[in-house]
């Protein structure tokens, strides 16, 4: 929400254009950098209910000092500490809900990512409507914290599911770094996190070089560059929504690489698009299999180390730096090359995962000692 104020924080605090990007993802994403995978690694011995419990908690309070911040240094601090509290609540709620079905493991992520379309589009669509009303960005952080006072108290009020741990219960837990240290030596569980990580390049980071090849090098009005998004959007939608029942009847591992092959086929596609109109209708299918790559390889990073969610969303800070450098470096291609070529850079993403899959549907990803699970199987 912080990003979509971004304009009128700025003038609120008459602060430049590095001051505000500074503030609002800077400090907030080394924060998390430096502190989730203690918070991720503790979480794999401690009862969960208390870092998810407690991070709602924290994300309220942060947003409500977020509205009260009367400068950037304040506000920044605020955001940092509801980017770390975010990763307590979410991520490890996510890692929760994982584990309760480990035979399920993609369809339960493809619900769960779904469900962040859904906030993604609710998100813009309440300050739309704050804006209508007159209000400021800190009446849009005040909101933020009413909902999630509201939702703090249902959390806390309901039994929270506690997963099952890696260890038995009278095995003396690791050191904290060991557990890290382990779960960075799995070549398994980084190829998948490699493979998520990739995941970021057709998601925001496309949207916003989308918009920019439909205006300049497609000619087209903004109305245009909102029609691509949107359809964009209904496409994701689309794909997870169908992924839920195909996985019913195929294994994860083979509907990943048919996805990912899929998506790179339907990405040239769109790339060669000669006009608007034709834009915007390609990218539906790109969208759609785009979409449904996060969850799938997601689910396989979790299958790799069972019974250690925490361990997993840990060691996926290996590639935070790689997801903070990429938008940066797509930007100096597209200012040296053009945003076409940009654009076409961003095929890595379904090449690299269709490569990854393959080799592991066939064994050679997985040099180390494979672990029979049923998510990596098949249904």
Avoid: K, N
Avoid at 56 to 65: E, R
Avoid at 211 to 234: E, K, M, N, P, Y
Avoid at 262 to 280: I, N, Q, R
Wanted: with cysteine.
């Amino acid at each position: 929400m912080s990003a979509i104020g971004a304009p009128e924080i700025e003038r609120t605090f008459t602060a430049s254009h590095a001051t505000i990007a500074l503030v609002l993802f800077v400090v907030p994403g080394a924060a998390g950098l430096a502190l989730e995978p203690i918070l991720f690694l503790l979480a794999d011995r401690h009862p969960r209910r208390h870092f998810v419990r407690g991070g709602l908690a924290a994300l309220a309070v942060a947003a409500i000092a977020a509205a009260l911040a009367p400068g950037p240094a304040l506000l920044a601090a605020a955001l940092a500490v509801g980017y770390v509290a975010s990763g307590a609540a979410s991520s490890l709620a996510q890692a929760t809900v994982v584990d309760r079905a480990p035979d399920a493991r993609g369809r339960t992520l493809a619900r769960w990512t779904l469900l962040g379309v859904a906030g993604d589009l609710a998100a813009p669509a309440m300050m739309a409507a704050l804006a209508a009303l007159g209000a400021t960005w800190r009446a849009g952080f005040a909101a933020v914290a009413a909902v999630l006072i509201g939702w703090t108290a249902l959390v806390w009020a309901r039994p929270f599911p506690e997963p099952a741990r890696a260890a038995e219960a009278d095995d003396p837990p690791a050191p904290l770094w060991a557990a890290l240290r382990a779960a960075l030596a799995d070549r398994r569980l980084v190829w998948w996190l490699f493979a998520t990580a990739l995941c970021d390049l057709l998601d925001e980071l496309f949207v916003v070089f989308a918009s920019i090849h439909v205006r300049d090098d497609l000619g087209a009005s903004a109305w245009w560059q909102s029609a691509t998004v949107a359809a964009f959007v209904a496409g994701g939608a689309l794909g997870l929504a169908t992924l839920d029942r195909v996985l019913r009847r195929h294994g994860e591992l083979a509907v990943l690489v048919a996805a990912s092959v899929a998506c790179a086929v339907s990405y040239a596609a769109w790339l060669a698009a000669p006009s608007a109109w034709a834009c915007a209708l390609a990218i539906v299918p790109v969208g759609a299999t785009a979409s449904v790559l996060y969850p799938l390889a997601s689910a396989q990073a979790y299958a790799a180390r069972p019974g250690a969610s925490g361990a997993v969303l840990a060691a996926s800070h290996l590639f935070t730096p790689l997801s903070l450098a990429l938008p940066w470096l797509v930007g100096a291609v597209a200012d040296r090359a053009g945003t076409h070529v940009a654009l076409a850079l961003l095929a890595a993403q379904p090449i690299g995962i269709a490569v990854i899959s393959a080799c592991a549907a066939s064994g050679r990803a997985t040099p180390g000692p494979r672990r029979a699970t049923s998510s990596s199987s098949g249904a």
